[in-house]
């Protein structure tokens, strides 16, 4: 029987939502679900010097909103893309694979998207390609709150203060700055990519 996964699509998706989707056989992208503030709808979680860095992708008339993630539009007024990549930059430039992937991921910093949900693809789209992955993903025409049992639903599992709820289910993989700050699992998927390379997708076979 297909294995059919029903998810969020979210920028940089953590780990936990590529091992899910690395083992499915269909991909539903749900962009008709409302946006859910303080969740992993518009932010990635990255490793740092002191601790757990939150990029957030800054929206359109502010988090409090409830519009379908079809219709939230990316804020402007700031350089977000700049910061975010300067921030990777100065993270990552250190780590094994970060010199092999950097021009790739950067180039999506360079683009303009009017929506949240098409940064949001461009990314998990960029990292299948990096992975050698090829992901038959659908979009639902229509939100529907409940799928069948052969369905596997993980929208309601990206909220960020849950993003280490089971650590001890993430294996250890080398973290630049692991010495000061120990493992932190369950990072954006490019905290595994620059550490791992295309080892990654071997990874989420121990998940």
């Known amino acids: 029987m297909m294995k ?3 998810c969020p ?3 940089f998706p953590n780990i936990y939502w590529w091992s899910r989707v690395f083992n499915a ?5 749900d962009a008709s679900e409302h946006f859910e503030k303080m969740s992993l ?23 409090q909103q409830r519009k379908p993630m079809c219709e939230v539009l990316i804020d402007y007024k700031n350089d977000w893309q700049k910061q975010h990549w300067r921030t990777l930059q100065t993270v990552y430039n250190r780590s094994p694979y970060f010199e092999f992937f950097n021009q790739d991921i950067q180039s999506l910093y360079f683009k ?5 949900i098409d940064f949001n693809e461009a990314s998990i789209q960029l990292i299948a390609r990096l992975l050698d992955k090829k992901l038959n993903i ?5 939100y529907q709150k409940n799928y069948p049992e052969t369905v596997l639903d993980i929208r309601s599992d990206f909220r960020s203060s849950q993003y280490n709820k089971h650590p001890e289910k993430f294996p250890v993989y080398h973290q630049i700055f692991e010495d000061r700050l120990g493992f932190l699992p369950n990072l954006s998927i490019l905290d595994l990519l620059f550490a791992e390379g295309k080892n990654s997708a071997s990874y989420f076979a121990k998940l």
């Not at 056989?25 to 992208?29: E, H, R």
């Open 112 to 116: 303009k998207f009017e929506k949240l």
């Open 41 to 63: 709808r518009n932010r990635y979680l990255v490793s740092g010097s002191g601790g757990l860095n939150t990029l957030s992708i800054p929206i359109a008339e502010g988090r």
């Open 138 to 142: 659908q979009r639902p025409e229509f």
């Open 4 to 6: 059919t996964l029903v």
């Open 25 to 29: 056989d269909s991909i539903l992208l």
């Open 9 to 11: 699509i979210l920028p």
